[in-house]
T-cell receptor
Framework: ETGVTQSPTHLIKTRGQQVTLRCSSQ?????VSWYQQALGQGPQFIFQ???????GRGNFPPRFSGLQFPNYSSELNVNALELDDSALYLC???????????FGSGTQLSVL | GENVEQHPSTLSVQEGDSAVIKCTYS??????FPWYKQELGKGPQLIID?????GEKKDQRIAVTLNKTAKHFSLHITETQPEDSAVYFC???????????FGAGTILRVKS
């Protein structure tokens, strides 16, 4: 059974650019959630996808968007990057919405 | 919205001693309380969780207690080992595994 995998592991972007982060959910899991973890803080909920539909969103602006594909993998897109977007972005999957979350190792995004 | 406070922010214990981390939550509607362990360069790993209809849960050296009246829950680690050194996060949710709200984390150092 494979766990949650994320790519890339590290990324450096310039303010104003756009970025796409990718996540493959754990085998058998149909729900994907994305979290942002700033340095020294706990993760913050961005949004969740269940069966390719957004199923809840945290307090993040519309320039944070996502997709879930038929194979349950997912993308997080961030437009018009700001310096404060620098953080570890975590993807978590669960076998269905509302069940235990299993996290990937994250993508470390640095915005210069 | 829900707010989770976690104490202490750092905790140093001698190998073999017990460690206790405490969290309080603000919304009495929260019904799910997981604990995650995060090692350097890795994503959070679920170590134990409890639902609001249970007061205590134990898994080998780890236990979690929940006091719904006081709105607080605690993680207890007995017979600590150096490999227990990590950052520990508590979280709360009103929708079981959905939309977790995390505490700020506790850095646990186990000295050998």
């Amino acid at each position: 059974e494979t766990g949650v995998t994320q790519s890339p592991t590290h990324l450096i972007k310039t303010r104003g650019q756009q970025v796409t982060l990718r996540c493959s959910s754990q085998s058998g899991h149909n729900t994907v959630s994305w979290y942002q973890q700033a340095l020294g803080q706990g993760p913050q909920f961005i949004f969740q996808y269940y069966r390719e539909e957004e199923n809840g969103r945290g307090n993040f602006p519309p320039r944070f968007s996502g997709l879930q594909f038929p194979n349950y993998s997912s993308e997080l897109n961030v437009n018009a990057l700001e310096l404060d977007d620098s953080a570890l972005y975590l993807c978590a999957s669960s076998w269905r919405a509302g069940e235990k979350l299993f996290f990937g190792s994250g993508t470390q995004l640095s915005v210069l | 919205g829900e707010n989770v406070e976690q104490h202490p922010s750092t905790l140093s214990v001698q190998e073999g001693d017990s460690a206790v981390i405490k969290c309080t939550y603000s919304d009495s509607a929260s019904n799910y309380f997981p604990w995650y362990k995060q090692e350097l360069g890795k994503g959070p790993q679920l170590i134990i969780d409890i639902r609001s209809n249970v007061g205590e849960k134990k898994d080998q050296r780890i236990a979690v207690t929940l006091n719904k009246t006081a709105k607080h829950f605690s993680l207890h680690i007995t017979e600590t080992q150096p490999e227990d050194s990590a950052v520990y996060f508590c979280a709360a949710s009103m929708e079981y595994g959905n939309k977790l709200v995390f505490g700020a984390g506790t850095i646990l150092r186990v000295k050998s």
